[in-house]
């Protein structure tokens, strides 16, 4: 306990040299902390008095001299697909994909060139994707393989038959395989043959929530229709399908709320709804019916990028929750006839195509697939691969993807890499003499003929 202030201490001497015997009394003082205190240089400043402002040397901002990109032009730049380079050599020998030769067992393991009038069809429909190597090579042509010859037998037997039949069709396979040039040469074989070719080239931009939507009346489960996609959609279709649609008129009465002249032909009449977006969706249901009646071509229905529809999309309903992608209009269009719900009365093919980069998880889409190649190898009962019980699943796509045919596209054989690479070689993109070994090294590097992979090591990465 700390001594009163009262209480005296004694000194053992004073400071006047008094005898040891002489006791000095003196007061006590408690010991005074020291203040704190530090130099004039070491002080910080106080704060700025109000009213005035500290001087700040900041650099200038940059300032930039380009104008800012006009809305859209980023958009038009990263799809932008280059078919022609100047710069590459010409093929010497190189001949022109024709009717004649698209079945023929002669045309494996060959080059073709795309025809002008195919070449602006497919554009139309934006067939050619940005990451495929068009821009390297002269002009556009694709190698003729295996599966090639199959799809146009297919084609040509569903062309031959008398009762009109809808073939229902899934290209799978790795990535890099080559499924979305499969289309593309599907598409080049219908616009030879004179069909009518309707292709949705990228399901992803119909389910990212990119494109305005809106509640269609009436509808259980509610449908919603995109109305700027399908005004587009009718501009392609009208485009590509040009030579044929003009020769089509109207046929039948049709419920709009604009007048239309009875004898307007189809192409004319797809570009009504790619003018008004409200009378986009009703037009393109009164062309289809029109496209669907007796006596017209058969119809190539497509889509590329399957895996993005076989779930739900990024859109939110009314109550806060995912749209699934099967109840936006035109995705409900397409899967109604992928399903064979509903068929195409004057024959054709409904082709669709997976995707193996930037996929979203589709366990129903991967199930369906193996129970394909299951029944391929004569599987039955319990050897087919059935879906877990106990896991949730999306059961709309699961009886939409019933019964589906599967189309495996693999690596190419050891004979249609030789084949591309000649044509690199010829191309002036390759600079080494194509022989066995050249073959067999680029084959196998490319894990077993994956296409992609065979492009990216034989062009792409320089030795």
């Known amino acids: 306990m700390p001594p009163s202030r009262g209480i005296l201490a004694v000194a053992t001497r004073s400071s006047t040299g008094l005898p040891k015997s002489q006791w000095d009394v003196l007061p006590f003082r408690p010991a005074q902390p020291a203040s704190f205190s530090t130099t004039a240089c070491l002080a910080a400043s106080g704060p700025p008095r109000k009213g005035k402002k500290?001087?700040?040397?900041?650099?200038?901002?940059?300032?930039?001299?380009?104008?800012?990109?006009?809305?859209?032009?980023?958009?038009?730049?990263?799809?932008?697909?280059?078919?022609?380079?100047?710069?590459?050599?010409?093929?010497?020998?190189?001949?022109?994909?024709?009717?004649?030769?698209i079945g023929k067992e002669s045309s494996r393991c060959q080059m073709f060139g795309l025809p002008g009038p195919v070449v602006d069809s497919l554009r139309a429909v934006e067939a050619f994707k940005p990451t495929q190597g068009w821009r390297m090579f002269r002009s556009a042509s694709v190698l003729w393989r295996e599966q090639s010859i199959r799809l146009a037998q297919i084609m040509t037997d569903l062309a031959k038959l008398k009762s009109p039949e809808t073939r229902r069709m899934v290209l799978a396979g790795e990535k890099g395989t080559g499924k979305s040039v499969m289309l593309l040469q599907a598409m080049a074989i219908a616009f030879m043959k004179k069909w009518i070719v309707i292709n949705i080239p990228d399901a992803k931009d119909l389910t990212n929530a990119h494109t305005e939507y809106a509640p269609v009346p009436g509808t259980s489960p509610?449908?919603?229709?995109?109305?700027?996609?399908?005004?587009?959609?009718?501009?392609?279709?009208?485009?590509?399908?040009?030579?044929?649609?003009?020769?089509?008129?109207?046929?039948?009465?049709?419920?709009?709320?604009?007048?239309?002249?009875?004898?307007?032909?189809?192409?004319?009449?797809?570009?009504?709804?790619?003018?008004?977006?409200?009378?986009?969706?009703?037009?393109?249901?009164?062309?289809?019916a029109e496209l669907t009646g007796p006596g017209r071509p058969p119809i190539l229905f497509t889509l590329d990028n399957l895996n993005f529809i076989m779930r739900h999309s990024e859109y939110l309903g009314r109550d806060l929750k995912p749209v699934h992608a099967h109840d936006l209009s035109l995705v409900r269009h397409f899967v109604d006839h992928l399903s064979g719900a509903r068929t195409l009365p004057n024959g054709g093919l409904v082709m669709a195509a997976t995707t193996g980069s930037n996929k979203p998880s589709s366990p129903i889409l991967d199930l369906a697939i193996r129970q394909s190649e299951a029944r391929i190898q004569g599987l039955t009962g319990e050897a087919v691969p059935q879906w877990d019980p106990y896991r949730p699943g999306d059961e709309r796509s699961l009886q939409s993807m019933a019964d589906l045919e599967v189309f495996d596209i693999k690596g190419l054989s050891r004979d249609e890499a030789r084949g591309i690479l000649e044509y690199y070689a010829a191309s002036g993109m390759l600079r080494q003499a194509v022989d066995q070994r050249l073959v067999a090294e680029k084959w196998t590097i490319s894990g077993g003929g994956i296409i992609g992979e065979l492009e990216r090591g034989a062009l792409r990465m320089r030795p």
């Open 54 to 101: 500290a001087i700040r040397n900041l650099k200038a901002a940059r300032q930039s001299a380009g104008r800012p990109p006009a809305p859209g032009e980023r958009k038009a730049l990263r799809k932008r697909v280059v078919l022609s380079n100047t710069n590459a050599l010409e093929v010497s020998g190189l001949e022109d994909l024709d009717a004649k030769a």
């Open 222 to 288: 509610q449908q919603y229709i995109q109305r700027s996609y399908v005004a587009n959609f009718l501009a392609q279709i009208a485009k590509a399908n040009a030579g044929v649609l003009s020769q089509l008129q109207l046929s039948m009465q049709h419920d709009l709320s604009i007048p239309v002249q009875s004898n307007i032909s189809l192409d004319r009449f797809a570009d009504l709804g790619a003018k008004d977006l409200d009378l986009a969706w009703p037009i393109f249901l009164s062309l289809w």
